[in-house]
């Protein structure tokens, strides 16, 4: 029987990039006046002259406003409030994100993850990677499971890989079955 590696537990949080919250709030105030001019032209029927097409082009852009919008106050709440929880033991992995009392909490059979690795950056152009300041896309580790699930956005890549080194101990460190 081999000895068992202590559970692990980490809780990361994003770093706090000041650039990055500064843009994001003067976006999100502009993002908010372009939103009232818009949604008070339309409550107030001042589109009723312009047809339907300028009226369906209108409401397309409005939700692509707002969905641009939502992901940019979600990039804003997770900077300033999120964290995410690694918890290992050598049966199972959880990952917990919560971003202002919001929970997502996964879990996954150790022994079915294969192929825990780094996210290895694929240049400027992975899109996913650009996207990690703001709690949405690639984190820093991965492994396949069914499917490939990422994780840790809001670490620091120079801990990845001692990070990743503390979950592949505990992770492989399941008992062999007695036989009786």
């Not at 003067?26 to 009226?55: H, N």
């Not at 990039?75 to 919560?98: C, P």
Request: charged share 15%; net charge neutral.
């Amino acid at each position: 029987m081999s000895a068992k590696i202590d559970d692990f537990n980490l809780t990361t949080a994003p770093r706090k990039n000041f650039f990055l919250l500064v843009a994001l709030t003067l976006w999100l105030a502009l993002w908010g006046g372009g939103l009232f001019v818009v949604a008070s032209a339309l409550l107030r029927g001042l589109t009723k002259e312009a047809g339907f097409f300028a009226v369906f082009f209108i409401l397309v852009w409005l939700a692509g406003w707002l969905l641009g919008g939502g992901l940019a106050l979600y990039g804003l709440f997770w900077t300033l409030f999120g964290t995410e929880t690694i918890v290992a033991t050598s049966e199972r992995l959880t990952l917990t994100r919560r971003v202002c009392g919001y929970e997502q909490v996964r879990h996954y059979d150790a022994a079915k993850i294969r192929n825990l690795r780094l996210v290895e950056a694929e240049g400027m152009t992975d899109f996913l990677l650009s996207l990690r300041p703001f709690g949405i896309g690639n984190g820093l580790l991965t492994f396949d499971c069914g499917t490939t699930v990422n994780f840790v956005a809001g670490g620091d890549r120079a801990q990845a890989p001692e990070l990743l080194a503390g979950l592949r101990a505990v992770i492989s460190s399941r008992p062999e079955q007695e036989h009786v």
